[in-house]
């Protein structure tokens, strides 16, 4: 089940220097378990909420936000791009960059959809997020891969990518036929499946520039970013 103001923004007023914010306590509404680790059923309810959320705002330009959203996306990250070691990964730090942006199907993109940003209810069947500092334009991917970057180690990655992507594409058609979107699914499917190891690898490069033994770099993320590479 989908709820897409699960840190919700009530009134919010300011007075000179002051701002004043209510927000909703998730706890008490029903979404009090944290999880450190997700089962398949767990991560299929976060890509509910990702493919809903993206659903909700394609086509939508971001105002008020930021034009680009997540914490790590290349213009952000100059002092993690001049330390990185990799050089075919640096070099290509500009055209991964540059492909994820082209994307004829943008939405707003939730922009730190890890685990730990999402709350259950006791009985697993909701979800809420919390965190949305980072929200922004862009491909859908970035979240997906992402979150499931957060989730698995590399065997795991390697084990339920396709299965992961094949439900997540499954949701977002349905939120977008019950948002009576007429984007043309096919083509959004078949441009996003496509950006999905651009999205990693462009994680992969914020990750290799800020924490070099980063647990997350291991050798499938390593193999989705020199095919990637390749074939920009």
């Known amino acids: 089940m989908f709820y897409i103001s699960q ?109 730990a940003n999402f709350c259950f209810s006791p009985d697993d069947s909701k979800v809420a997020a919390v965190d949305f500092q980072y929200v922004g334009g862009g491909c859908g991917m970035k979240d997906v891969a992402y979150f499931i970057g957060s989730c698995l180690y590399e065997d795991e990655c390697e084990q339920f990518q396709d299965d992961l992507l094949d439900y997540y594409f499954s949701a977002l058609k349905q939120a977008l036929n019950r948002h009576k979107s007429q984007v043309d699914q096919h083509q959004l499917e078949y441009d996003w499946r496509a950006l999905y190891p651009v999205a990693w690898t462009d994680f992969h490069r914020f990750v290799k520039g800020w924490s070099p033994g980063h647990w997350k770099i291991h050798g499938y993320s390593e193999r989705i970013a020199r095919e990637t590479i390749a074939s920009l």
């Open 7 to 115: 840190e919700d923004l009530h009134p919010l007023e300011s007075h000179g220097d002051e701002v004043f914010i209510v927000l909703e306590d998730l706890d008490a509404s029903g979404f009090n378990y944290r999880k450190s680790s997700a089962s398949l059923l767990d991560m299929q309810l976060c890509l509910d909420w990702l493919a809903n959320f993206h659903a909700t705002f394609m086509g939508k330009k971001p105002e008020n936000l930021w034009k680009t959203g997540t914490y790590w996306h290349l213009d952000t990250r100059p002092d993690e791009l001049k330390a990185l070691h990799d050089q075919p990964l640096k070099k290509a730090a500009g055209k991964i960059d540059n492909k994820l942006k082209s994307t004829a199907f943008k939405t707003f993109v939730h922009g730190d959809a890890k685990l």
